[in-house]
């Protein structure tokens, strides 16, 4: 029979160290927050973001059955810390080894596969990331952490470097209570961010290093020049900062999020990368997301910092 218990188990078996559930609910409230940051920009060139907000919403749009969402975190913190080499830059953390969605949409559909198995009348839809799920919101509804002042779920008992699947499904289970939110007065990841992208639970992507080396396809502004604090691909300090990773960061049990040799790259390298190379390279990693050549503009943005 599905039910929490069984679900749980095979969470774990499957590598997500956390498992919640909720049912499902319209999310109106988060969808007009959504669309009042899109309204004012901040979602930069994110154009995606404008899309199926009716989805987003009532995600009986997406599986007319739905009765539940599955909540569940993978970790992805290997324990290796950054090394400061001059000539290099820093890669963030969720982007040292495989890409989290290859692993991630593998073990969902080998779990999914067992739970029809068990029961065939199970439906299951999976979203991790990509797609019109509100991702960070369902895993507060089920508990799996509050969202923080640097806008990350984080898990009392395991910090914030989990990335996050939800399962749409037409089972009933019994509901997981949401956390409380514990930053309390602490404001180190707003006072850390080097260019004042974070207002407690706001963030603009315009002014975020993730954003601008990453999915940001023009120019990076000369705004920021001499404060990218060596990051040539995403940022980890909002994170990096927050006292629940510092001393509650659970390590990954996934060796695929291990460093693939992709923690620095040497500038001088990818200024002279051929697409070939870039390609090989990075091509179970999610660095590709950037291309060459928004990869060589980080690099060359480094270098006149
Ligand atoms: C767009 C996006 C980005 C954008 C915008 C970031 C953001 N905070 O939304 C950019 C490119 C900057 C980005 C960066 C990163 N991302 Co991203 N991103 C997404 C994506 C695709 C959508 C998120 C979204 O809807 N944003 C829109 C805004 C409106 O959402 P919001 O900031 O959460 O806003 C809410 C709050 O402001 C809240 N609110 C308003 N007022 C108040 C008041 C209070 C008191 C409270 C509590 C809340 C609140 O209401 C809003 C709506 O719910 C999700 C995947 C998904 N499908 O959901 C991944 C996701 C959020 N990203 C993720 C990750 C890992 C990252 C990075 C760490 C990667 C990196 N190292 O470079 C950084 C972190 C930067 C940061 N500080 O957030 C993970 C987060 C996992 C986790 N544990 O939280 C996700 C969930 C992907 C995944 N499936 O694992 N990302
Ligand atoms: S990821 Fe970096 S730039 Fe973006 S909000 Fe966090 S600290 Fe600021
Ligand atoms: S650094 Fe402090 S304020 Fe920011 S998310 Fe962590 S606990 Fe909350």
Not at 186 to 207: E, F, G, M, S, V
Not at 243 to 256: A, C, G, L, M, R
Request: glycine share 8%; with cysteine.
């Amino acid at each position: 029979m599905i039910n929490n218990k069984l679900i749980s188990e095979l969470a774990l078996k499957y590598g997500f160290g956390l498992v919640g559930f909720s049912s499902v609910t319209l999310l109106s409230k988060e969808t007009a927050r959504l669309k009042e940051w899109i309204e004012c920009g901040n979602h930069a060139g994110m154009d995606y973001m404008e899309r199926n907000l009716e989805k987003k919403e009532n995600i009986k749009e997406i599986l007319r059955s739905a009765e539940s969402v599955i909540s569940l975190g993978m970790f992805y913190d290997s324990g290796e810390k950054h090394e400061y080499k001059p000539g290099f830059g820093k890669v963030s953390r969720y982007a040292w080894g495989t890409d989290y969605h290859f692993i991630m949409w593998e073990h969902l559909e080998e779990m999914i596969d067992e739970l029809k198995e068990i029961d065939s009348s199970f439906e299951g839809i999976f979203y991790v990331d990509t797609g019109p799920v509100m991702d960070k919101v369902w895993a507060v509804k089920s508990g799996l952490g509050w969202q923080g002042k640097n806008t990350n779920i984080i898990n009392k008992e395991s910090g914030s470097f989990f990335f996050i699947a939800n399962i749409i499904t037409n089972k009933k289970f019994e509901y997981s209570v949401p956390s409380a939110d514990y930053c309390g007065t602490c404001r180190a990841c707003i006072d850390a961010c080097p260019t004042n992208a974070l207002n407690p639970y706001h963030i603009d992507a315009r002014k975020c290093i993730s954003y601008l080396t990453i999915e940001n396809k023009g120019e990076i502004s000369k705004e920021f020049t001499g404060k990218f604090e060596n990051w040539i691909f995403g940022c980890d300090i909002c994170q990096d900062v927050c006292p629940w990773n510092e001393k509650f960061s659970v390590f990954t049990s996934e060796p695929k999020f291990h460093s693939a040799g992709n923690k620095e790259l040497e500038l001088k390298q990818v200024l002279n990368m051929e697409n070939d190379k870039f390609k090989k390279k990075f091509e179970v990693s999610p660095i590709k997301r950037s291309k060459l050549k928004g990869l060589i503009r980080n690099a060359e943005f480094l270098t006149i910092e």
